[in-house]
């Protein structure tokens, strides 16, 4: 199947810095990226979507200033958390799917925690 | 609103039983997602369908469009199928998945 990474893979911040995280498709061309968090023991939640080329589309509540999404290629997005606090402390994973509708293949994830 | 809910929400399991995890969804959702996730954190997708059924290795999925439900099943389940296992329901309306709470399956020896 296709291959998803994300770096890092795990992360220890200060408050008030940033934190960039990565996240490439391996062996194909991905026009839609997901980005997703998760608290412990809790399912996956969505936080955008993002389109190769165009701005990220975020869900309600989802502060677009604080989550910067960039996927300026078919093969890479990024999330900056901005600002980092104690709050955004978290497990973020990324997906990835040839175009809209077609499967979905997640990248390992990302543990954040901002000190 | 759409909707996925799963079932059981725990299992466990002696190794080599046969394993059944239940998954109904409601209108709106187009075809369903089984992930797989481990103590790591980590997600594999394990399928897509739209209808039918699939097989890869010990684990097969079928759907029932008509009744809305789908099932994950696991032949001569193994302890490193210990893992949590999330049905997913993709929008019709776009490319959102929604997400099953998630069914925490142990296999013991």
């Known amino acids: 199947g296709a291959v998803v990474s994300q770096h890092p893979s795990w992360v220890i911040c200060k408050s008030g810095t940033s934190v960039k995280i990565e996240c490439r498709s391996l062996?194909?061309?991905?026009?839609?990226m997901f980005w997703y968090r998760q608290f412990p023991k809790q399912s996956l939640m969505l936080m955008a979507t993002?389109?190769?080329?165009?701005?990220?589309?975020?869900e309600q509540g989802v502060e677009k200033d604080k989550f910067l999404i960039n996927h300026a290629s078919l093969t890479l997005s990024t999330l900056t958390v901005t600002s980092a606090h104690p709050e955004d402390s978290s497990f973020y994973i990324c997906?990835?799917?040839?175009?809209?509708?077609?499967?979905?293949?997640f990248g390992p994830g990302t543990r954040l925690t901002v000190t | 609103k759409n909707e996925v809910e799963q079932s059981p929400q725990n299992l466990t399991a002696q190794e080599g039983e046969f394993i059944t995890i239940n998954c109904s969804y409601s209108?709106?959702?187009?075809?369903l997602h089984w992930l797989q996730q481990h103590p790591g954190g980590g997600i594999v997708s394990l399928f897509m369908?739209?209808?039918g059924k699939k097989k890869h290795g010990r684990l097969i999925a079928t759907i029932n469009i008509q009744e809305k439900h789908s099932s994950l099943h696991i032949t001569a389940s193994h302890p490193r199928d210990s893992a949590v296992y999330i049905c997913a329901g993709l929008e019709t309306s776009g490319s959102r998945l929604t997400f099953g709470e998630g069914t925490q399956l142990t296999v013991n020896p």
């Open positions: 062996d194909f061309q991905a026009t839609t």
């Open positions: 369908l739209s209808s």
């Open positions: 993002s389109n190769e080329g165009s701005k990220a589309t975020y």
């Open positions: 209108v709106g959702i187009s075809a």
């Open positions: 997906s990835a799917s040839l175009r809209a509708l077609y499967e979905q293949y």
